[in-house]
């Protein structure tokens, strides 16, 4: 049965796609349930019906004479209608972002050893990268190590006297910063003065899509900007952790000497008899992985910044505290590992 009706109202019907408005005099053909045709002035649309159902209020406008139609309610059928994909719970699942940076760390652990093995390390950004972790982080290297030297004397001093066991002072000393000061130390100032840069200049290359240039030009981005400050950071930390420790060892001597009236001699004396080559060897072990953890974090954050400024200035802040993490995590690894058992290196400066 055809049923047809003419009116001169404004019409609005609206699909998935979009809406169409008529504002003159149209023709509405209904032929079945399941057509819908609108014939006026040239124009012929046709819709499988239903669409979507829509109740409409006329009110009548005094301003022009044409009656206006404000939508007041909609109401969709999906019954016969084309119908996006079903969607289920990973649809608009994501991972929390502590997950896949995770992930991102090994994944890029991964690629920058493939990298150094296969040999495709670009070796003048590298040379650049070990200026900026070596010497020109000695000096705030040195000062750190020379004052947690002097607490540290200070405390060990003042209890090892009271206990007669002077000449047992350097020994401590000396086992005190070889195996844990000094690369702690060393790492954690690393961590703040370059990995924090490593993460903000990842970070704003990234949301800058200045690594998306690199691939455009040719250039893999892991060989230009992780794996320079990789192999920089790794080679740099075991010197650093080196002199450190010889700072941190003169300014306990000379603290102990100039206020305690504990020599020098007795000090070093003690230290030499206590130190062992494998306390220096674990000490540069401990900082080369150290260094390998704050630039591969570091990195892993920064290439995977988004929100602009303020992602950036958050993966700066969480690459830092992640590394300290990291760091503190695998001292307590490695120290285990190196020394277990009950230890003898004291009854030779007793």
Not at 44 to 73: H, M, W
Not at 208 to 229: F, M
Not at 244 to 267: E, K, P, Q, R, W
Request: aromatic content about 10%; proline content about 3%; some cysteine.
């Amino acid at each position: 049965m055809r049923a047809a009706s003419q009116h001169h109202l404004m019409y609005y019907f609206s699909s998935r796609r979009g809406s169409c408005k008529f504002h003159q005099t149209i023709k509405l053909g209904v032929w079945n349930s399941n057509q819908i045709s609108f014939t006026g002035r040239g124009q012929s649309l046709q819709f499988p019906a239903p669409i979507c159902k829509t109740r409409l209020f006329v009110i009548s406008n005094t301003d022009d004479g044409y009656a206006c139609s404000p939508l007041l309610e909609e109401e969709r059928n999906t019954n016969n209608a084309p119908t996006s994909e079903p969607e289920t719970f990973f649809s608009e699942w994501s991972p929390p972002s502590f997950l896949w940076r995770g992930l991102s760390i090994l994944v890029l652990a991964g690629q920058v050893i493939i990298r150094i093995l296969k040999g495709k390390v670009h070796w003048g950004n590298t040379l650049e990268q070990l200026e900026r972790v070596g010497p020109k982080s000695v000096g705030v290297c040195l000062l750190t190590s020379a004052f947690v030297g002097m607490a540290l004397t200070i405390q060990f001093v003042r209890e090892f006297t009271r206990l007669g066991l002077n000449r047992s002072i350097g020994g401590v000393l000396a086992l005190a910063f070889s195996r844990e000061l000094s690369p702690v130390v060393t790492s954690i100032v690393i961590a703040g003065r370059i990995g924090s840069a490593f993460a903000a200049e990842l970070g704003t290359m990234q949301v800058s899509e200045q690594t998306d240039t690199l691939r455009v030009l040719g250039s893999n981005p892991i060989d230009y900007l992780v794996t320079p400050q990789v192999i920089a950071s790794s080679l740099a930390l075991p010197f650093l952790t080196l002199m450190c420790f010889t700072i941190g060892m003169a300014s306990s001597a000379l603290l102990a000497d100039s206020v305690y009236g504990i020599s020098i001699n007795i000090i070093l004396d003690s230290a030499q008899r206590v130190l062992q080559s494998w306390d220096i060897i674990s000490a540069m072990i401990k900082s080369q992985v150290f260094g390998m953890i704050i630039s591969i974090v570091s990195c892993a954050w920064g290439v995977t910044t988004i929100g602009g400024a303020k992602g950036v200035g958050e993966s700066t802040t969480s690459a830092v505290v992640i590394s300290l993490v990291g760091i503190f995590m695998a001292d307590f690894a490695l120290s285990y590992c190196f020394f277990q058992g009950a230890g003898d290196s004291l009854k030779n400066c007793v």
